[in-house]
């Protein structure tokens, strides 16, 4: 007989919290049980899962025991508060949020690039960023090739990327901008809509983002190459569902492009368009792969490679990542805290 898990998702009435449902549902995932949390706010109403409904719990007030395997996403603060309580209990947590991503000792993992990092884990294993996420694979078969130099990554993320407040907020501007009225700006820190914002998140001291630095420390933490020289700029576009980014890598040796049309052919989780095809967000939006398109060579330096990477944020950049994730831990028999 099988063995199936009970389950617990905090931020379930987000917008990565409602793909973790459909994900969990698509891949046939083995659950026993369900149980769906979120703030005071939500708390009492009911998402529907396969055939049943199922009501939302208050976390501050939920008794979390018999909890086997928890998906986080609800924002940093909420998992720094409630980690601890589902790791009382003994459940695995696979956390969506930048809270731990950066701790030594929490695993941050895309299932394609590095899954024996999760031989270590303690009970907290780390998603990565959403836009970190979609480059690992790709980066991982280019430095096969001829060795990683030097990374500059340009994102395009969409609305959705900041949850469903950042979706509501883009259509409504669009409606008023269409009406001639003065649109409202909460979540992005100007007008998205008919533009574009060169910042996402808050400005570090260094000059980039925290969403710049994110893509910088979480590329050198996944792939294992601490000194990696990456430099990335973040912007915020107005379509809903899907990043892209606009990626130039020099590689330290030598190589043929057939060789890195090859690697990337191969890639697991990646789709090389080819014939001068490429992927743009409505392409990818529902798709679990990393699609490549604009691949050529940088003919400004001698290592050099441009391509275009598409991802749907909220399925490979989060909730399809994370029950990867799950299904590597159920694989390795790694379902369980390690207490020692
Ligand atoms: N969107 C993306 O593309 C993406 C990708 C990767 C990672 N992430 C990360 O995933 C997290 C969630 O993102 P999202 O896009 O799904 O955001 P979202 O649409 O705003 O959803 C937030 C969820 O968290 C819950 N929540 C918020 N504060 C809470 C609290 N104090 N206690 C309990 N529940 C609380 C909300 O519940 P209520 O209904 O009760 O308010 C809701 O279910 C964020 O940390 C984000 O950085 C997002």
Same mark, same amino acid.
């Given at each position: 007989?099988?063995?199936?898990?009970?389950?617990?998702? =905090?931020?379930?009435?987000?917008?990565?919290?409602?793909?973790?449902?459909? %994900? =969990?549902?698509?891949? !046939?995932?083995?659950?026993? &049980?369900?149980?769906?949390?979120?703030?005071?706010? &939500?708390?009492?109403?009911?998402?529907?899962?396969?055939?049943?409904?199922?009501?939302?719990?208050?976390?501050?007030?939920? !008794? =979390?025991?018999?909890?086997?395997?928890?998906?986080?996403?609800?924002?940093?603060?909420?998992?720094?508060?409630?980690?601890?309580?589902?790791?009382?209990?003994?459940?695995?947590?696979?956390?969506?949020?930048?809270?731990?991503?950066?701790?030594?000792?929490?695993?941050?993992?895309?299932?394609?690039?590095?899954?024996?990092?999760?031989?270590?884990?303690?009970?907290?294993?780390?998603?990565?960023?959403?836009?970190?996420?979609?480059?690992?694979?790709?980066?991982?078969?280019?430095?096969? %090739?001829?060795?990683?130099?030097?990374?500059?990554?340009?994102?395009?993320? &969409?609305?959705?990327?900041?949850?469903?407040?950042?979706?509501?907020?883009?259509?409504?501007?669009?409606?008023?901008?269409?009406? *001639?009225?003065?649109?409202?700006?909460?979540?992005?820190?100007?007008?998205?809509? *008919? !533009?574009?914002?060169?910042?996402?998140?808050?400005?570090?001291?260094?000059?980039?983002?925290?969403?710049?630095?994110?893509?910088?420390?979480? &590329?050198?933490?996944?792939?294992?190459?601490?000194?990696?020289?990456?430099?990335?700029?973040?912007?915020?576009?107005?379509?809903?569902?899907?990043?892209?980014?606009?990626?130039?890598?020099?590689?330290?040796?030598?190589?043929?492009?057939?060789?890195?049309?090859?690697?990337?052919?191969?890639?697991?989780?990646?789709?090389?368009?080819?014939?001068?095809?490429?992927?743009?967000?409505?392409?990818?939006?529902?798709?679990?792969? %990393?699609?490549?398109?604009?691949?050529?060579?940088?003919?400004? %330096?001698?290592?050099?490679?441009?391509?275009?990477?598409?991802?749907?944020?909220?399925?490979?950049?989060?909730?399809?990542?994370?029950?990867?994730?799950?299904?590597?831990?159920?694989?390795?028999?790694?379902?369980?805290?390690? =207490?020692?």
């Amino acid at each position: 007989m099988s063995i199936s898990y009970n389950i617990g998702i =905090l931020g379930a009435t987000g917008a990565v919290g409602e793909e973790l449902l459909t %994900v =969990l549902a698509e891949r !046939d995932f083995p659950v026993k &049980s369900l149980r769906l949390f979120a703030s005071e706010r &939500s708390a009492g109403t009911s998402l529907s899962w396969q055939d049943q409904q199922i009501k939302v719990e208050d976390i501050e007030k939920a !008794d =979390l025991n018999g909890i086997q395997l928890a998906f986080f996403s609800a924002g940093g603060e909420a998992s720094k508060r409630y980690a601890g309580r589902f790791l009382e209990v003994g459940a695995v947590i696979i956390d969506n949020t930048s809270a731990f991503r950066m701790e030594a000792a929490v695993p941050l993992v895309v299932p394609e690039v590095n899954p024996e990092a999760l031989e270590q884990h303690r009970g907290l294993i780390a998603n990565p960023n959403c836009s970190t996420i979609q480059l690992m694979a790709p980066l991982k078969a280019l430095h096969q %090739v001829a060795g990683l130099k030097r990374v500059v990554a340009s994102t395009y993320q &969409s609305s959705s990327g900041a949850g469903r407040k950042g979706m509501d907020e883009l259509r409504d501007q669009v409606i008023k901008v269409l009406r *001639f009225e003065d649109p409202n700006t909460k979540v992005f820190p100007r007008r998205l809509a *008919f !533009d574009v914002i060169p910042q996402i998140g808050s400005f570090e001291d260094s000059g980039d983002t925290n969403e710049e630095e994110k893509m910088i420390n979480e &590329s050198r933490k996944i792939l294992s190459l601490p000194e990696l020289k990456v430099s990335t700029t973040c912007v915020r576009v107005p379509t809903f569902i899907g990043h892209c980014v606009s990626l130039n890598v020099e590689l330290e040796q030598g190589f043929t492009m057939d060789e890195i049309n090859q690697a990337l052919e191969h890639a697991e989780g990646v789709l090389l368009c080819t014939d001068n095809e490429w992927p743009s967000t409505v392409d990818v939006v529902g798709q679990d792969d %990393v699609w490549v398109g604009r691949l050529r060579r940088d003919r400004s %330096v001698d290592n050099g490679v441009n391509l275009w990477v598409a991802a749907d944020n909220l399925r490979k950049g989060a909730a399809t990542n994370a029950i990867q994730i799950a299904e590597c831990l159920i694989q390795k028999d790694l379902v369980q805290v390690k =207490l020692s």
